[in-house]
């Protein structure tokens, strides 16, 4: 069964500084596809990036970027610049590519950007 | 473009009630929908999915139900509330046939006392 796992439940990190968000994955198929969520307190999911395992350049989009190690199972959420605006939950998701329609959620971290 | 939409976006019942939550989306056709729950604090439990009319998927045996009357519309019930279906419900949809990413709507908050 596949399985997303994100073990950092809460961090901090101050205002303009760069953190990084952990998850790991577990599955047999070669070709998935794996995102990240944030959830602001507003509670409006919000796609932040994805990653498709059969691209070997890891995804960045602005402020964000990812490190995709997909012998390790690995991917990690990097936020530089972190902004107040960043305090949110974040979620990994995972994918299959094998005729599923299923989305596996890790359990979140939740980020607060301190002033 | 597309837009998701659920409603009401707040909702508080008594134990033994019925319940009737609604999505719907605009400018796609044939998404594949999804209902999930999240309870206070935690991860997305996935309640059912759709991939077309009348064709829903159960992930979780409870009191609850799910129906997809028209192409874009995909709606939760439930005969009976229990305490325990109190939470934040999401409906999302994605592309059929594409493994991209899901988009969510704004999630309706229930509350049952």
């Known amino acids: 069964a596949q399985t997303v796992t994100q073990s950092q439940p809460e961090m901090s990190v101050q205002e303009a500084e760069t953190v990084t968000l952990s998850c790991t994955y577990d599955?047999?198929?070669?070709?998935?596809?794996l995102f990240w969520y944030k959830q602001p307190p507003s509670r409006q999911m919000i796609l932040v990036i994805r990653q498709e395992a059969y691209k070997q350049q890891n995804a960045t989009e602005n402020r964000f970027s990812v490190n995709f190690q997909k012998a390790a199972k690995s991917f990690s959420l990097k936020i530089s610049d972190s902004q107040l605006g960043d305090t949110a939950m974040y979620f990994c998701a995972f994918t299959g590519t094998s005729g599923t329609y299923k989305y596996i959620f890790g359990t979140g971290t939740r980020l607060k950007v301190l002033a | 473009s597309q837009t998701i939409h659920q409603w009401p976006a707040t909702l508080v019942q008594p134990v033994g009630s019925p319940l009737s939550l609604e999505c719907t989306v605009e400018?796609?056709?044939?998404?594949?929908l999804y209902w999930y729950r999240q309870a206070a604090g935690r991860g997305l439990q996935l309640l059912f999915y759709s991939v077309g009319i009348g064709q829903i998927s159960s992930e979780v045996p409870q009191n609850l139900s799910a129906s997809r009357p028209q192409d874009r519309q995909f709606i939760l019930s439930s005969k009976k509330l229990l305490l325990s279906d109190s939470g934040f419900y999401l409906c999302?949809?994605?592309?059929?046939?594409?493994?991209?990413?899901?988009?969510f709507g704004p999630g309706t908050r229930l509350t049952v006392l």
């Open positions: 999302a949809w994605r592309l059929a046939g594409f493994y991209n990413e899901q988009f």
């Open positions: 400018g796609t056709s044939n998404p594949n």
């Open positions: 599955t047999s198929e070669n070709n998935y596809y």
